[in-house]
C-alpha cells in the first residue's frame, strides 16, 4: 500500500494491480506444473510405444494432447500410436491437426499422404505428397508415392470404365491393382464385390463387402448386401448377425428393419424345425418345413432344404410312398444331394425295393462316401440277396412297418388259407405244406423282436448258412428242423390267440 501512495495511486487501482500481479505467479506454477506432467507423458508414451504396450502409450499421448493442445508433436505422437494399433482413420485427424499447428512439418504431410493413398483419397494425397517436394525436391519416398497416386487415379478411371461397359471380368483384374495400392478404400472394394454379384459368385463378393463394414464410419449399405447374401446362400444365422449390426447403426432404417423380420421370421422356423426333428417330433417338423416354404418360396436353398428335411421325416414316421414322392422332388432339384439319396434308399427299403435303394446308395457313395453310407449299401445290398430267396414281409403281404397285430392277423389268415387239409391232392397239399411252412416262419421272424431287427438289418435268422453249431438266435427255427407235415398223421392246426 506504501507503493501506492508513493506513485498516487488509488486504493480500487492499487488492489487491482496486486491481484494481477499475484494471478500472474500462480499461473506461471501452473503452468511450470503442466509443463512437467506433459513431459513426463511424452516419455512414458515413448518407451511404453516402443516396448509394444499400445494400449498403455495411448493413453498418456491422451493426457500430453488434453495438457497442451498446441502442440503440434504430441498429435503427430498420439497418430503414430494410432497408426501402430491399425487404426488409420483415428490417426488422419491427428495428423491434420500437426499440419494445421505446423504447415512445414514434413513428415506429418507424408505420413498422411501415405493414408490418404491407401484410403484411395488420390487427389489429397497428391497434394500432400507436391507439398513435401515442394520444400524438399529430392524426397524419395515422396517421389515414389506421387507417382503410385498418378497410377492409381489412372487406374480408377479405366475399372469404372470397364464397369461401365459391363466388362466385369475386366474390372476385376484391373481392381486388384487398385485395391493393391489403396488397401482401406471400400469403394474399390465394393465395386469388385457388385463385379462379383452380376457374375455369380456370391462368396468372393462377402469377401470384399466384409472389410468395407469396418471402414466406413456408417456403412449400412454394405452390411445389408451382406445380410442378403448370406441369405442367399442359405447362411441364416450370418445373415441375421449382419442385418442386426445395421440396424445397430440406425433401429428406423426401413430397408433393414423389412429384411430383419423376414430373415427373423424364417431363421425361428428353421431352428424350431431342426429341434423337433431332433426331438423326434417329426409331422411336427414336416408342419414347421412347410411353414419355411411358404415364408421363403423363392430362395431355392430354403425349398430345397425343406424338401430334404421332410422326405427325412417321412422315412422316419416310415411312410414310404409318401416319403418316395418327397425324396424323388428333392434329388430332381439337388441331384448331388447324398442325404435326399440316403433317405430315398430307406424309403425304397421301407417299400420293399431293393435294388432301387442299392442303386440310391450306390450313387450317394459318390458323392459322400461315408462311414453311414457304406453301412446302408451293405445292409440293402444284404436285404436284396435275402430277397430273392425269401422276404417274410412279402410272404405275408404287409409293410416293413407293420405293427405285431397287422402281422398276426395277416398270418391267420394265410393260414387258413394254405393249411394242406384244404387240399384233396397229394401234388395241392405238398405245394400247400411248402406255403404254409413259409407262413409260419414269416409269423416267426416278425412277430420276434430280436429276429424282426435281425431280418430288416439284412440278416435271415432262420437261414441255416447264418446260425452258429446248427443253433438258432433269439426265436425258435423250427421250420428248418421241424416238419408237422412229415410225422405221418394227420395234422391239425389250431387257431389259438397270441
Given at each position: 500500500?506504501?507503493?501506492?501512495?508513493?506513485?498516487?495511486?488509488?486504493?480500487?487501482?492499487?488492489?487491482?494491480?496486486?491481484?494481477?500481479v499475484?494471478?500472474?505467479?500462480?499461473?506461471?506454477?501452473?503452468?511450470?506444473?503442466?509443463?512437467v506432467?506433459i513431459?513426463?507423458?511424452?516419455?512414458?508414451?515413448?518407451?511404453?510405444?516402443?516396448?509394444?504396450?499400445?494400449?498403455?502409450?495411448?493413453?498418456?499421448?491422451?493426457?500430453?494432447?488434453?495438457g497442451?493442445?498446441?502442440?503440434y508433436?504430441t498429435?503427430?505422437?498420439?497418430?503414430?500410436?494410432?497408426?501402430?494399433?491399425?487404426k488409420?482413420?483415428?490417426?488422419?485427424?491427428?495428423?491434420t491437426?500437426?499440419?494445421?499447428?505446423?504447415?512445414?512439418?514434413?513428415?506429418?504431410r507424408?505420413?498422411?499422404?501415405?493414408?490418404?493413398?491407401?484410403?484411395g483419397?488420390?487427389?489429397?494425397?497428391m497434394?500432400?505428397?507436391?507439398?513435401?517436394l515442394?520444400?524438399?525436391?529430392?524426397?524419395?519416398e515422396?517421389q515414389?508415392?506421387?507417382?503410385?497416386?498418378?497410377?492409381?487415379?489412372?487406374?480408377?478411371?479405366?475399372?469404372?470404365?470397364?464397369?461401365?461397359?459391363?466388362?466385369?471380368?475386366?474390372?476385376?483384374?484391373v481392381?486388384?491393382?487398385?485395391?493393391?495400392?489403396?488397401?482401406?478404400d471400400?469403394?474399390?472394394?465394393?465395386l469388385?464385390a457388385?463385379?462379383y454379384?452380376?457374375m455369380g459368385d456370391?462368396?468372393?463378393?462377402?469377401?470384399?463387402?466384409?472389410?468395407?463394414?469396418r471402414?466406413?464410419?456408417d456403412n449400412?449399405?454394405?452390411?445389408?448386401?451382406?445380410?442378403?447374401?448370406?441369405?442367399?446362400?442359405?447362411?441364416?444365422h450370418?445373415?441375421?448377425?449382419?442385418?442386426?449390426?445395421?440396424?445397430?447403426?440406425?433401429?428406423?432404417?426401413?430397408?433393414?428393419?423389412?429384411?430383419?423380420?423376414?430373415?427373423?421370421?424364417?431363421?425361428?422356423?428353421?431352428d424350431?424345425?431342426?429341434?423337433?426333428?431332433?426331438?423326434?417330433r417329426?409331422?411336427?417338423?414336416?408342419?414347421?418345413?412347410?411353414?419355411?416354404?411358404?415364408?421363403?418360396?423363392?430362395?431355392?436353398?430354403?425349398?430345397?432344404?425343406?424338401k430334404?428335411r421332410?422326405?427325412?421325416?417321412l422315412?422316419?414316421?416310415?411312410?414310404a410312398?409318401?416319403?418316395?414322392?418327397?425324396?424323388?422332388?428333392?434329388?430332381?432339384r439337388?441331384?448331388r444331394?447324398?442325404?435326399?439319396?440316403?433317405?430315398?434308399a430307406?424309403?425304397?427299403?421301407?417299400?420293399?425295393?431293393?435294388?432301387?435303394?442299392?442303386?440310391?446308395?450306390?450313387?450317394?457313395?459318390?458323392?459322400?462316401?461315408?462311414?453311414?453310407?457304406?453301412?446302408?449299401?451293405?445292409?440293402?445290398?444284404?436285404m436284396?440277396?435275402?430277397?430273392?430267396?425269401?422276404?417274410?414281409?412279402?410272404?405275408?403281404?404287409?409293410?416293413?412297418s407293420?405293427?405285431?397285430q397287422?402281422?398276426?392277423?395277416?398270418?391267420?389268415?394265410?393260414a387258413?388259407q394254405?393249411?394242406p387239409?384244404n387240399?384233396?391232392?397229394?401234388?395241392?397239399?405238398?405245394?400247400?405244406e411248402?406255403?404254409?411252412?413259409?407262413?409260419?416262419?414269416?409269423?416267426?421272424?416278425?412277430t420276434d423282436?430280436e429276429?424282426?431287427?435281425?431280418?430288416?438289418?439284412?440278416e435271415?435268422?432262420?437261414?441255416p448258412?447264418?446260425?452258429?453249431?446248427?443253433?438258432?438266435?433269439?426265436?425258435?427255427?423250427?421250420?428248418?428242423h421241424f416238419?408237422?407235415?412229415?410225422?405221418?398223421?394227420?395234422?391239425?392246426?389250431?387257431?389259438?390267440?397270441?
Amino acid at each position: 500500500m506504501d507503493s501506492c501512495r508513493r506513485t498516487g495511486l488509488s486504493g480500487v487501482l492499487c488492489s487491482l494491480s496486486l491481484l494481477c500481479v499475484i494471478l500472474d505467479i500462480q499461473l506461471d506454477g501452473v503452468l511450470g506444473a503442466t509443463h512437467v506432467e506433459i513431459e513426463h507423458h511424452l516419455e512414458m508414451g515413448r518407451k511404453l510405444l516402443a516396448a509394444g504396450q499400445l494400449a498403455e502409450a495411448l493413453s498418456h499421448y491422451h493426457s500430453a494432447v488434453e495438457g497442451d493442445s498446441k502442440n503440434y508433436l504430441t498429435y503427430y505422437k498420439r497418430a503414430a500410436v494410432f497408426l501402430a494399433m491399425g487404426k488409420s482413420k483415428s490417426a488422419l485427424p491427428d495428423l491434420t491437426k500437426a499440419i494445421q499447428l505446423k504447415p512445414d512439418f514434413l513428415a506429418a504431410r507424408l505420413q498422411r499422404g501415405n493414408i490418404l493413398l491407401k484410403q484411395g483419397n488420390t487427389q489429397e494425397a497428391m497434394e500432400d505428397f507436391e507439398v513435401v517436394l515442394q520444400r524438399s525436391p529430392d524426397h524419395e519416398e515422396a517421389q515414389d508415392q506421387l507417382m503410385r497416386a498418378n497410377e492409381l487415379e489412372e487406374l480408377q478411371e479405366e475399372a469404372h470404365a470397364a464397369y461401365h461397359q459391363g466388362d466385369y471380368s475386366a474390372t476385376i483384374s484391373v481392381l486388384e491393382r487398385v485395391i493393391e495400392i489403396s488397401p482401406w478404400d471400400p469403394e474399390s472394394r465394393e465395386l469388385r464385390a457388385e463385379c462379383y454379384i452380376r457374375m455369380g459368385d456370391p462368396q468372393k463378393a462377402i469377401q470384399d463387402l466384409t472389410p468395407t463394414t469396418r471402414l466406413r464410419n456408417d456403412n449400412r449399405a454394405a452390411f445389408l448386401k451382406l445380410s442378403m447374401l448370406h441369405y442367399s446362400q442359405g447362411e441364416h444365422h450370418e445373415s441375421l448377425n449382419h442385418i442386426r449390426e445395421c440396424l445397430k447403426l440406425d433401429q428406423d432404417d426401413k430397408e433393414c428393419f423389412s429384411h430383419y423380420k423376414q430373415v427373423k421370421k424364417l431363421s425361428k422356423q428353421l431352428d424350431t424345425a431342426e429341434e423337433l426333428i431332433h426331438m423326434e417330433r417329426y409331422q411336427e417338423a414336416i408342419d414347421k418345413y412347410d411353414s419355411v416354404m411358404k415364408t421363403e418360396p423363392n430362395v431355392l436353398y430354403y425349398t430345397n432344404l425343406a424338401k430334404e428335411r421332410i422326405c427325412y421325416c417321412l422315412v422316419k414316421v416310415r411312410l414310404a410312398l409318401d416319403a418316395i414322392d418327397v425324396c424323388s422332388e428333392a434329388h430332381q432339384r439337388d441331384p448331388r444331394n447324398a442325404n435326399v439319396l440316403r433317405d430315398r434308399a430307406e424309403a425304397y427299403i421301407l417299400n420293399q425295393e431293393y435294388e432301387k435303394a442299392v442303386e440310391d446308395y450306390q450313387e450317394a457313395r459318390e458323392f459322400d462316401d461315408t462311414h453311414e453310407i457304406r453301412e446302408g449299401l451293405e445292409r440293402a445290398q444284404k436285404m436284396l440277396k435275402i430277397s430273392r430267396k425269401r422276404d417274410y414281409y412279402k410272404i405275408l403281404g404287409v409293410s416293413r412297418s407293420a405293427n405285431k397285430q397287422e402281422i398276426i392277423k395277416a398270418y391267420r389268415k394265410l393260414a387258413q388259407q394254405w393249411h394242406p387239409d384244404n387240399f384233396q391232392s397229394e401234388t395241392e397239399k405238398k405245394e400247400a405244406e411248402k406255403k404254409f411252412i413259409d407262413i409260419a416262419s414269416a409269423k416267426e421272424v416278425l412277430t420276434d423282436p430280436e429276429m424282426r431287427q435281425k431280418f430288416d438289418a439284412g440278416e435271415d435268422p432262420l437261414d441255416p448258412e447264418n446260425q452258429q453249431g446248427g443253433g438258432g438266435g433269439g426265436g425258435s427255427a423250427w421250420p428248418f428242423h421241424f416238419d408237422p407235415f412229415q410225422s405221418g398223421g394227420s395234422f391239425h392246426f389250431k387257431f389259438h390267440q397270441n
